[in-house]
């Protein structure tokens, strides 16, 4: 367990007698549990094992690796098949023979490893084998692959077992889901960082933590391997520093009562970089930052984007690192990556136990002479390009025929016996990339980009594209569309593994819009599919809208605006209504032009500074509606003229009033939640909204329906 | 016209109109945080909507905040939660807290137990939660557990007075309530404590013949005919009837006051049979610990009904509380009993929790009585759409009748299936409440056929081959077929049937049924199906059981309809409008339909069969 300052759990105790000198009995005897005084039974107070270590259950008469398990009297590994649902997130190889002559790699690591998006086409274990195949003729080689999508810290675990396959030489590729773990009793400590320093002062117990798992991680496997003379390579992985962006959301709660100045300096700094003033909007960028320490991705993206219009790599790469480092604090919403203290560790961990490094941050800047890594290595966050993939294997390779005592042989040689694979395989992984991207806030021009290159590497993909639109657009369940059976019936694996089985049905305004443009481009016209599918299954003509229901509400601004609403998001005992962080939400519905349409909307906004606002609809930039806010729910009926409606999307823009800052005030109740292990809240609330139904207002007149009719007769009313 | 108002590109202005309060009295019922939570609205006193969580998170006895069943009842009355006048929770957090306590303070109880207890001690409190999960910032409402259940079934009685009696395992401290009404008052004046409890007594048999706890009751009811009844002297020694209203549980065969198991090593020693495995094989024995067990706990029931009626002389007697759905007991207290008329809530267990607590507050709030009638029908969930089945399947390959603005044709084309001996799946109208498919989500089958009951137990709903299946009659002919001379729209009444026809489906083994009698009010087309099946076969009877498998909530929308349809043995779907058969299905929707089903959600209180959720 890594060591705090005890000074921290004096704000802890003050907070124990604040509680308790206001009766809240309940919230003192919680936090008592924390401190150990409450202690009931044994195994509450498990050992520490590092994050992640939970062993699953072997059975005793067998050995397991992963999914794969050598029985009493067998000789070989093979899938076990009460963990099916597991099969689909490592490699589709049925049994594991034992070692022969051949020389036996294995790669352990997380999605990256896997080849997400390319897998099982393509993979790193495929490239990182073909890569070795003609420099080890004389043995043979052959690459075990046990890289598991989503692996964590289980990674030790994997480690371990994979020693019962006889290795040569073990490649671990991980770090990307290597995210900081807290135990209940770490909660007081941070709790007392929180309200000590505020998010700086949880970030950095956040990159201390961290750093101390990797270490205990890296040493752990690196004694056992040591030990058994295995020679270990561990690969750092590397973020698509050029062109991810998180999503721009506003600062956090700043005790200092900042938050006021940060918005207007964040507004300015934008409004300079449109208008190409790049010194105004470095100013502004930096006093953003000097005020959130780092723990916003706003400022540093500003001087990022600075520093690139003066082709200043380096700064620019310093800044983009720190912008994907801000949100570490952060537990709900981020891709994953590997922090710079992720990767600083790695690199001083492995080097004293003897391991060696494939160090990819430092591979990439080579091969891209000092670019930065963007779209031609990565698919999307981490996740690598065919490229990607054999630069960072070759690089790999090359290391590895060193730790065999081979001729050494350099990355480039060996990316030359490196085969690419299909252009279709190319092109599935660019169209599912860009679902990805889109999926996770991507803006536009990103997702059109990989839509492009799907369409560039092979033309026939257009084929999908058509039917995702119409899958994306349909109410039927994915997999009863008539759509989804199509895609079963071409020819695109990828699609079928990838698309077919994790995608949610959205709205996807930016992805359909993408696909449509990029399918225009090659001269297959879709838009008017689009738009009659979105009036057939979603027009208010039809149907009454609730623009907060996921499919629609996943266009939201922010991902903290749809967290609530999102399907397999755990949100039990959260909020069950929409949530405006920042000055404007926007949503949308399907209309029919030339129709009215009314818009009811129940809102409020506990927040206000005077106890009463008001917020600003606009809808389509059209009509433009004013509503007044207290703290209190109120339903307001608003009637959109027939012509500011328009046919397929009408947006309707919602601007809430500047809240009452109050970071303090903030940052208590977010440590107050963290004590309770309930999601905190982080950032200020600009308004609420409960319900908002669209529908076309002759819907509202009219006599019902004849299937509303019939369901009347079928059922009346008590 | 708008553009030539908009020359300058700003947009135009226009008025929102703020909705004035709803004049009427809006009040949300709620119950949660133990199984089958549920959430309803009362609407000036009249009950506009009701449904239990789980028909929307497809989560078998979600017990979770009805966060989708809320905004159902807001959308179904076409209001907002700024309309609502109060929300009631259905129990007291801290009576039950108190109650939690105490166990943790039981000489040896668990560290594992008392931890849990701590754990609910900080934990939040509904208030908490309902404020923080729905946004609610107006008044809420407390009402006790038994008082919710007494007001869910008295106000809807249509009794002008009535004695009231509450029946359950546990919920705060009572397990047992004994009451009288009149007008909008409810007086409960005695009480039995937790850890006495008929709820229990019953429940430990449950888990000691391998069935779940506070699942498996309604199968141990279903079992009793097959057994006699050679060990009530043994099961006696486990409950002493005491004077007034009060018993005794022998707590020596009772383990859930200290360990996570309802009963001892000493009931198994009392029997003389160690327990049954679950899904093990069902013997002579268990069938006749089953009667047992059914015939003490009529014995005690009908000792405590006459009690009751010695305290209130009335001729109406209402009940509720989960040990009034045990329908067998039900029957033989009404026509052995003192009481003229009984009404039993339809959802008895705590799913009808919400609707009393909704109908105390609101007569905390207006002074009045909620409802003047008797509840007629639990048609209270969410209604299919036509149009909107309609879109699902004509976006898929799949193959269907279209019977829109043709009900005739979808009667006869139903009534063809039924004679040629297939199971139809039967999705229409709004959604019942309560644990009972009354014709909105039921599987119905030809009762004639003998090997009707053992093919839809083993095929379609995957459950054990004794359990019996409920007959729909038409109410006009019911007395043809049935020992019935009042209607029961709502299954929670056995009586023999005493038809000239062979119905070997619907007949359980001591000749009884278990009926609902239907009519052309409140579920026209279940009628209209039922009089075509009469009009051609002479026999208006149809089996009908709920429309779920084996730990799967009943079917609520179209989808889940069809999915539940593929992924069983179910030969034909009538959903809304359009009927469906095995052979139309794409195979695409086996996938659909494997995906997701089975999950439970994550839930840190593990319930294993033997334990009742009584923390």
Known sequence: ?718 | MLASDNTNGSPVVIKAERRAEDPRVNIIGISAGYHDSSCSLLQDGVLIAAVQEERFSRIKNDKSFPKRAFRYCLEEAGITIADLDCIAYYEDPCLKLGRQLWMGMVPGVTAERRESILNRLVSRQPQQIIQKLFGYDGPIEIVNHHLSHAASSYYFSGFEEAAILTVDGVGDWPTTTYGRAHGSEIELFEQVDFPNSLGFFYSAITGYLGFEVNEGEYKVMGLAPYGKPAYVDQVRDLIQVTSGGQYRLNMKYFGFLREDSMYTEALSSLLGRPPRSPESQIEQFHMDVARSVQVVLEEVLLDKIRYLHSRVPSENLCMAGGVALNVVANGRCLKEGPFQRLFVQPAAGDAGGSVGAAAMAHVRITGERPAKECLRHVYLGPRNSSAQTYQILKSSSARFQDCRQKEEELIRSTVDHLLQGRVVGWSQGRMEFGPRSLGARSILADPRRPDMRDRINALVKKREAFRPFAPAVLESEAGKHFDLDHPSPFMLETCQVISSLDLPAITHVDGSARVQTVDHETNPRFAALLQEFARRTGCPILLNTSFNMRGEPIVCSSIDAILSFVRCQIDVLVVDDFVLERSGIPPLWEVQAQQGFGDKGSDDETVTHLVYTML
């Open chain 1, 1 to 718: 367990m890594m060591k705090y300052p005890p000074e921290l759990l004096k704000i802890f105790a003050e907070r124990i007698a604040s509680v308790a000198s206001t009766q809240d009995a309940a919230q003192t005897l919680y936090m008592l549990r924390l401190t150990g005084f409450l202690e009931l039974s044994s195994h509450h107070a498990a050992p520490d094992n590092g994050p992640g270590q939970r062993e699953s259950v072997t059975p005793p008469d067998c050995d397991r690796v992963g999914i794969w398990e050598r029985k009493k009297g067998t000789v070989h590994f093979a899938r076990r098949f009460d963990l099916l649902a597991e099969w689909p997130f490592w490699a589709n190889i049925g049994k594991i023979d034992p070692k022969t002559a051949k020389r036996r790699i294995i790669l352990i690591g997380e999605s990256v490893a896997r080849g997400y998006l390319l897998d099982p086409q393509y993979t790193p274990a495929m490239a990182l084998e073909e890569a070795l195949q003609p420099q080890m003729r004389n043995t043979g080689v052959e690459v075990i692959d046990l890289a598991r999508v989503s692996l964590g810290w289980e990674v030790e675990q994997l480690a371990n077992q994979a020693l019962l396959l006889d290795p040569d030489v073990v490649v671990i590729f991980a770090g990307n889901n290597w995210d900081p773990v807290f135990s209940k009793t770490d909660l007081p400590y941070l709790g007392g960082a929180l309200l000590e320093r505020g998010i700086p002062g949880l970030k950095q117990m956040t990159e201390n933590s961290l750093a101390g798992s990797v270490r205990s991680l890296v040493r752990k496997i690196g004694v056992r391997y040591q030990a058994r003379r295995i020679p270990l390579i561990w690969v750092v992985p590397e973020f698509n520093l050029g062109d991810w962006r998180d999503p721009v959301v506003n600062a956090h709660f700043f005790a200092n009562d900042g938050n006021s100045d940060w918005m207007v300096l964040s507004e300015g700094a934008r409004a300079a970089l449109g208008s190409g003033d790049y010194q105004l909007a470095s100013q502004l960028g930096q006093k953003m930052v000097a005020l959130d320490e780092k723990t916003c991705a706003a400022g540093l993206y500003i001087l990022a984007e600075c520093s690139l219009t003066q082709n200043d790599m380096d700064a620019a790469r310093r800044y983009l690192e720190c912008a994907r480092d801000a949100i570490i604090w952060n537990p709900l919403i981020k891709s994953p990556r590997a922090y710079s203290v992720t990767q600083k560790t790695l690199r001083a961990e492995a080097g004293m136990l003897g391991s060696e490094i494939v160090d990819l941050p430092r591979i990439f800047a080579e091969h891209l002479n000092g670019d930065l890594p963007d779209r031609r290595l990565f698919l999307d966050y981490c996740h690598l390009t065919v490229e990607g993939i054999r630069i960072a294997m070759a690089a790999t390779a090359s290391r590895m025929l060193e730790v065999l005592n081979r001729p050494a042989v350099s990355p480039s040689e060996l990316m030359r016996h490196s085969p690419r694979p299909s252009h279709k395989v190319e092109a599935e992984a660019a169209f599912l990339a860009a679902v990805h991207n889109a999926h996770w806030y991507q803006p536009y021009d990103i997702v059109r980009y990989y839509c492009g290159q799907a369409l560039q590497f092979a033309p026939e993909i257009s084929q999908v594209m058509v039917r995702f639109v119409e899958l994306q657009t349909c109410r039927t369940p994915m997999l009863m569309c008539r759509a989804a059976e199509e895609m079963v019936a071409f020819d695109w694996p990828s699609i079928q593994n990838y698309l077919l089985r994790f995608n949610h049905q959205s709205l996807d305004k930016d992805l359909l819009d993408a696909v449509v443009d990029s399918l225009k481009d090659t001269g297959i016209e879709a838009a008017a599919r689009l738009n009659q599918l979105r009036f057939d299954e979603h027009s208010v003509t039809n149907v009454k809208t609730n623009v907060l229901d996921y499919y629609y509400c996943s266009s939201a601004l922010q991902p903290q605006e749809e967290l609530w609403v999102k399907p397999g998001v755990a949100t039990s005992g959260q909020r069950d209504y929409y949530k405006a962080y920042s000055l404007e939400s926007r949503f949308f519905f399907v209309g029919k032009a030339f129709h009215s349409a009314c818009i009811s909307i129940t809102c409020r906004a506990s927040n206000l500074r005077s106890g009463q606002g008001f917020a600003v609809l606009v809808i389509n930039r059209k009509v433009r509606v004013e509503i007044e806010l207290g703290r209190k729910w109120a339903t307001w009926d608003i009637t959109v003229p027939a012509q500011a409606v328009q046919d397929g999307l009408n947006e309707i823009s919602v601007q809430w009033p500047t809240p009452a800052w109050c970071g303090k005030q903030g940052i208590e109740s977010a440590a107050a939640s963290m004590l309770q292990q309930l999601p905190p809240e982080f950032y200020h609330s600009f308004g609420e909204i409960h319900s908002c139904i669209v529908q076309d207002v002759r819907r509202i007149d009219i006599a019902p329906t004849p299937d509303e009719h019939v369901a009347q007769l079928v059922t009346g009313r008590v």
